[in-house]
T-cell receptor, first 116, second 109 residues
Framework: GAVVSQHPSWVICKSGTSVKIECRSL??????MFWYRQFPKQSLMLMAT?????????EQGVEKDKFLINHASLTLSTLTVTSAHPEDSSFYIC????????????FGPGTRLTVL | GQNIDQPTEMTATEGAIVQINCTYQ??????LFWYQQHAGEAPTFLSY??LDGLEEKGRFSSFLSRSKGYSYLLLKELQMKDSASYLC??????????WGAGTKLIIKP
C-alpha cells in the first residue's frame, strides 16, 4: 500500500516560535495533500487542501497567514505553524491522494505539537 | 447543513460481533469511508462503499444504503486490538470528505 510519512512525529516549542511539519508520499505521487488537526477526543478537522504547484485552499476559520502550506512537489507538502501559541497544541495529520479518481486518502502517522 | 452521526462509544466482548452505525445528511454523495484510529495514531483505511450493499473484507464488513443515508461497519470475532475509534466519512458533491466524530469501541475480555 501507499506510504505517507510525517516529520517530526512530535515537537515541543516555546510560544511565539514557528514550527514546520513535513509530509511526504514515499512510494507514489500525491496530486493532492490534506492537512488535518485533531484535538483530544475530537474528530479530524480539515484545515486545508493543497494541490501540487498551486495555493492551498483553506477551510473556513483557518488562518492562512498562521498556517502556511507549501506543496512544492508531488511528494512533499509542508505545514508551518507561525508564531505558535499554546492553543495551537494539537495532533496534526496529513493525508495524500494519488491519481485523480482514486478514492482513498493515505494518512501520515501524525505530528503531536505541544506549545509551552 | 452537512451532518454525520455515529454513536459516541460502544462496548463489546472479545470474540463477539459489533455493529457500528453511521447516518449522514450531505450535499451529494460520492462514497462513504470507514477508518480505524487507535489512540494517538493517524487513521487507517478500512473500507469504501459507493454502491448499495455489503462489502466484506475479512473480519470487517461495511454496508451502505444510499436511499436511507445509512451505513454500518460490522466487526466479527472481536479481538482486544480492535479497541479503537471508528470514523465514518462521506465524500460530498464537491468530493470533500465530511467526517463523523467517531465511535470509541471498547473491547472487554
Amino acid at each position: 500500500g501507499a506510504v505517507v510519512s510525517q516529520h517530526p512525529s512530535w515537537v515541543i516549542c516555546k510560544s511565539g516560535t514557528s514550527v514546520k511539519i513535513e509530509c511526504r508520499s514515499l512510494d507514489f505521487q500525491a496530486t493532492t495533500m490534506f492537512w488535518y488537526r485533531q484535538f483530544p477526543k475530537q474528530s479530524l478537522m480539515l484545515m486545508a487542501t493543497s494541490n501540487e504547484g498551486s495555493k492551498a485552499t483553506y477551510e473556513q476559520g483557518v488562518e492562512k497567514d498562521k498556517f502556511l502550506i507549501n506543496h512544492a512537489s508531488l511528494t512533499l507538502s509542508t505545514l508551518t505553524v507561525t508564531s505558535a501559541h499554546p492553543e495551537d497544541s494539537s495532533f496534526y495529520i496529513c493525508s495524500a491522494k494519488g491519481l485523480a479518481g482514486e478514492n482513498e486518502q493515505f494518512f501520515g502517522p501524525g505530528t503531536r505539537l505541544t506549545v509551552l | 447543513g452537512q451532518n454525520i452521526d455515529q454513536p459516541t462509544e460502544m462496548t463489546a466482548t472479545e470474540g463477539a460481533i459489533v455493529q457500528i452505525n453511521c447516518t449522514y445528511q450531505t450535499s451529494g454523495f460520492n462514497g462513504l469511508f470507514w477508518y480505524q484510529q487507535h489512540a494517538g495514531e493517524a487513521p487507517t483505511f478500512l473500507s469504501y462503499n459507493v454502491l448499495d450493499g455489503l462489502e466484506e473484507k475479512g473480519r470487517f464488513s461495511s454496508f451502505l444504503s444510499r436511499s436511507k443515508g445509512y451505513s454500518y461497519l460490522l466487526l466479527k470475532e472481536l479481538q482486544m486490538k480492535d479497541s479503537a475509534s471508528y470514523l465514518c466519512a462521506v465524500k460530498d458533491s464537491n468530493y470533500q470528505l465530511i467526517w463523523g466524530a467517531g465511535t470509541k469501541l471498547i473491547i472487554k475480555p
